[in-house]
């Protein structure tokens, strides 16, 4: 249990006009301040956007949406082509080396 107590610690997140006290993971630290720049910069570019023609509540959701919008396409992108290209290319000369033999 103490090994626990040490791999977390507590931390403090600005979010927009909010501050936050969450416990995480020590080496997931860096990703919740990243992930705190982001929700920032989104919710700052959508209330300078939408301020005074919608509410605070619905801007907000904007900005959940936009991010959950860039998690998707991420979960949904596919990177591995050029690991197949190359991967191809190996085997082929593999094969080559082979069928000389």
Same mark, same amino acid.
């Given at each position: 249990?103490?090994?626990? !107590? +040490? *791999? %977390?610690? =507590? /931390?403090? +997140?600005?979010?927009? !006009? &909010? ?10 630290? @860096? +990703? ?18 939408? %301020?005074?023609?919608?509410?605070? $509540?619905? /801007?907000?959701?904007? @900005?959940?949406? !936009?991010? @959950? ?8 992108? =596919?990177? &591995?082509?050029?690991?197949?290209? /190359? +991967?191809? $290319? ?5 094969? *080559?080396?082979? !069928?000389? %033999?």
């Amino acid at each position: 249990m103490a090994e626990q !107590d +040490l *791999s %977390k610690i =507590n /931390i403090r +997140l600005h979010i927009y !006009d &909010t501050e936050i006290m969450v416990r995480v993971l020590r080496e997931d630290e @860096a +990703l919740y301040r990243k992930g705190a720049e982001l929700i920032n910069e989104l919710l700052n570019a959508y209330f300078s956007n939408f %301020k005074g023609n919608k509410s605070d $509540k619905e /801007i907000t959701y904007f @900005a959940m949406i !936009d991010l @959950a919008l860039r998690h998707e396409r991420q979960l949904t992108r =596919n990177d &591995t082509k050029p690991y197949n290209d /190359i +991967l191809s $290319k190996l085997t082929s000369e593999i094969e *080559s080396v082979f !069928d000389k %033999k």
